[in-house]
């Protein structure tokens, strides 16, 4: 790794930290989410995401260890969101800035699909990609390639908005 890749890699990593923090913080005064900690990924995560592939509910086949290795070389800027409720891994999610930096895509994210507690995350995770953004100057988020059709309306009954051409939603911020 180049000593400038490592560089960002080492800022964008406090920034994250910093922004996930303040979600935080702001989350928890919500009664809704107070058991809920956020976080950057960890192996700990990583590892617990496996036993989703055991799951007869998951909806995705994305391998978060192998997933996250690549994307993460790849991208130092990226967006990265674990989830836990109650000392369970409840979602993890990925995404980056684009190419000119003026959104923020969420480009992967799964629910526990054995989640106990039916949390709806994705209002978490839409708040703390937010704040992430903001900090890096962003003025739109994206969720990239709805999974299906039901997926995409309750994207967009929370505010987002379809653009077919791309296959994605956004929402100014």
Not at 3 to 30: C, F, P, V
Not at 94 to 113: C, H, K, Q, S, V
Request: hydrophobic share 40%.
């Amino acid at each position: 790794m180049l000593a400038t890749h490592l560089e960002a890699e080492e800022r964008y990593d406090s920034i994250r930290k910093i922004t996930i923090g303040a979600a935080q913080r702001k989350l928890s005064q919500r009664p809704e989410y107070a058991d809920l900690v956020l976080d950057t990924f960890s192996g700990k995560a990583l590892m617990e995401s496996q036993s989703w592939r055991r799951s007869a509910k998951r909806r995705v086949d994305w391998d978060w260890i192998d997933g996250y290795s690549s994307f993460k070389f790849r991208y130092p800027k990226r967006f990265e969101l674990a989830v836990w409720h109650k000392k369970s891994l409840i979602s993890l999610t990925l995404g980056r800035p684009t190419y000119n930096g003026t959104a923020l895509r969420l480009d992967f994210i799964e629910a526990n699909p054995d989640n106990p507690g039916d949390i709806r995350v994705f209002p978490v995770v839409l708040f703390a990609m937010m704040v992430y953004a903001e900090a890096l100057g962003a003025v739109e988020l994206r969720v990239m390639k709805p999974i299906n059709e039901e997926v995409k309306k309750y994207y967009e009954s929370v505010g987002l908005i379809y653009v077919e051409k791309g296959d994605y939603l956004y929402m100014r911020l």
